[in-house]
């Protein structure tokens, strides 16, 4: 077995700042991956920049919760609130999804209409998730699959930690409700292979999400097993505009993509870094 590598950025679009810090990720440091939110204030920019970089693997961000959608907002009463954005009452709207047949058909709608825009784009569809990892919802992750196949969807997101590797770099706990969605993120991951889709086998991103320092990354690589990792990140060059999560560490992440001693783990590792896309063609 070999090891192989993704790194990805998520948010690629929400701001200037974090495309910048895609770009730059990838051209100097590690990053081979970004996922785009069709609907961030930035997309444009970073559909742009995008297309200077071809051996960047651009994906489609999902935003169904904290965002703006692509339909019209009085097409999705069931899923924005009044300011015409998702809502962000994650736990009611996955109930409401899941037992209200109205909200299924706009959210299938919704659906549709990012994965479109992510094709007018132009840029090959290298990967799928979603921001806030609502693909973990069953009833979503289902819808992706079936509208996904139609925009040639070949790989996805399961966010499969392993707990016992981060707690070999530092102490971590692990409440209740982390367990519960390592316990969908394991079922995910088997419904998305028996689908056929290329999925790694673990995921580094969740319990240090907004605080993956270069130490923290190097340190994962290290210990990084056989197969595929993917490690996601949220980095910008600036902290002024860089979204809505109050104290992640957008900038800390930038540096760490760019770090010698990041680097210096992927050449000990003698992980093989990749986008997505690489490994669904072959």
């Not at 966010?159 to 390592?182: H, K, N, S, W």
């Not at 505009?241 to 900038?251: L, Q, S, V």
Request: aromatic residues 6%; proline residues 6%; positive net charge.
């Amino acid at each position: 077995m070999t090891r192989r590598l993704i790194v990805t950025a998520d948010d690629f679009g929400a701001s200037t700042a974090i495309n910048h810090a895609v770009e730059r990720g990838h051209g100097e440091g590690c990053l081979t991956a970004a996922s785009l939110m069709v609907t961030g204030d930035a997309v444009d920019d970073a559909v742009a920049r995008a297309r200077r970089l071809p051996e960047l693997g651009v994906g489609l961000h999902l935003v169904l919760v904290e965002g703006r959608p692509a339909l019209p907002p009085a097409a999705l009463p069931a899923l924005v609130d009044a300011s015409g954005h998702f809502r962000t009452d994650m736990a009611r709207l996955g109930a409401d999804i899941f037992f209200k047949p109205a909200a299924r058909r706009q959210l299938r709608a919704e659906i549709a209409a990012q994965f479109a825009a992510f094709a007018a784009t132009g840029l090959p569809l290298d990967h799928v998730n979603a921001h806030k990892h609502f693909h973990l919802h069953p009833t979503i992750a289902g819808i992706i699959l079936e509208v996904g196949r139609g925009y040639g969807m070949k790989a996805m997101r399961a966010p499969v930690e392993p707990i016992a590797i981060l707690r070999g770099i530092e102490p971590v706990q692990q409440a209740a409700a982390t367990r519960i969605a390592d316990l969908w993120a394991r079922l995910l991951r088997r419904r998305l292979r028996r689908a056929g889709m290329v999925v790694p086998d673990q995921v580094f991103g969740l319990a240090w999400s907004g605080a993956m320092t270069a130490v923290r990354v190097a340190s994962l690589i290290d210990r990084a097993p056989m197969g595929i990792t993917e490690l996601y990140l949220h980095p910008a060059t600036d902290k002024v505009g860089t979204g809505h999560a109050p104290g992640y560490r957008y900038t800390d992440e930038f540096a760490a993509l760019i770090d010698p001693g990041v680097r210096q783990a992927i050449t000990r590792s003698g992980a093989r870094l990749t986008p997505f896309a690489a490994l669904t063609e072959a």
